[in-house]
Nanobody, 123 residues
Framework: QMQLVESGGGLVQAGDSLRLACVTS????????MGWFRQAPGKEREFVAA????????YYADSVKGRFTISKDNAKNTVYLQMNSLKPEDTAVYYC????????????????WGQGTQVTVSS
């Protein structure tokens, strides 16, 4: 059972940046595809970004493309989400997730989830 722990959330102003991190002690981390999702109050959880375990191909939701960057450091068992030019509509709880499956944009394809970290962007 892989355990994922997110950190880096907080309260920022519009236009600011944050970097979220998600770390695990699981030694098989390097073989997992990783994703970031978010859930705003009253809304369903949605895809934000994902990265393949090999090659590092990345995918982004249209709403964050050009502002967010996902990266993976296998040596540190950590996946990051660099968030720039934050907007109030980015306010949500952000979750990292891990999967061995291929459909990285599909929330139900992810097998392991972190507990989430709150990001609040004020206008």
């Amino acid at each position: 059972q892989m355990q994922l722990v997110e950190s880096g959330g907080g309260l920022v102003q519009a236009g600011d940046s944050l970097r979220l991190a998600c770390v695990t002690s699981d030694r098989t981390f390097s073989t997992y595809n990783m994703g970031w999702f978010r859930q705003a109050p009253g809304k369903e959880r949605e895809f934000v970004a994902a990265i393949w375990w090999v090659g590092g191909t990345t995918y982004y939701a249209d709403s964050v493309k050009g502002r967010f960057t996902i990266s993976k450091d296998n040596a540190k068992n950590t996946v990051y989400l660099q968030m720039n030019s934050l907007k109030p509509e980015d306010t949500a709880v952000y979750y990292c997730a891990a999967t061995l499956k291929d459909a990285l944009l599909i929330i139900t394809e992810y097998e392991y989830w972190g507990q989430g970290t709150q990001v609040t962007v004020s206008s």
